[in-house]
């Protein structure tokens, strides 16, 4: 008897923190805060290394916030913004704009901390934790089934300032 095939499936979810924004005052509202010149320097590094690396069918979501859309332009793509990755939102929200791990392809998130860093620990350690993402950095995972089991595996994490 032949055997079956076995389906494989696998998503990317790249996480992106916004590049290092101006701080927010009672003048300037948190969603408003802009990138810092340095924040500039950091989101195109980060894009740079991204459009070398990102597979050529990518769907990119982003809060709507000032600082995460800039960080987004950085990458010269088309985005689409929503407000459940927006600031406090929860890593649930986030994963379900995402359609992780559903869809199929690839999602980059361009988002905030201690949203970013609790789906990084939900996703390896299976419970959400208060880890950091540092500015502009790239959490890049990937989830795939291999012979019915499925797996979350970390390609790569990087920051800009390595680049």
Do not use: C, Y
């Amino acid at each position: 008897m032949p055997r079956a095939e076995k389906m494989e499936k696998s998503m990317d979810l790249i996480l992106w923190r916004h590049a290092e924004a101006e701080e927010a005052t009672a003048k300037l509202p948190d969603a408003r805060r802009r990138l810092t010149s340095r924040g500039e320097k950091q989101a195109r590094q980060m894009a740079h290394w991204l459009q070398q690396h990102l597979p050529k069918k990518l769907r990119v979501v982003v809060s709507p916030s000032e600082r995460t859309q800039m960080t987004a332009h950085a990458l010269g793509m088309p985005f689409q913004v929503e407000p459940k990755v927006g600031i406090g939102a929860d890593a649930a929200d986030l994963l379900a704009a995402a359609e992780w791990p559903d869809t199929g392809g690839a999602v980059l998130v361009v988002g905030h901390q201690p949203t970013l860093g609790r789906v990084a620990a939900l996703l390896l350690g299976g419970e959400e934790a208060d880890w950091t993402v540092k500015k502009g950095a790239v959490w890049w995972f990937t989830n795939r089934t291999r012979e019915g089991e499925t797996q979350t595996v970390l390609r790569g994490v990087i920051s800009p300032d390595l680049l």
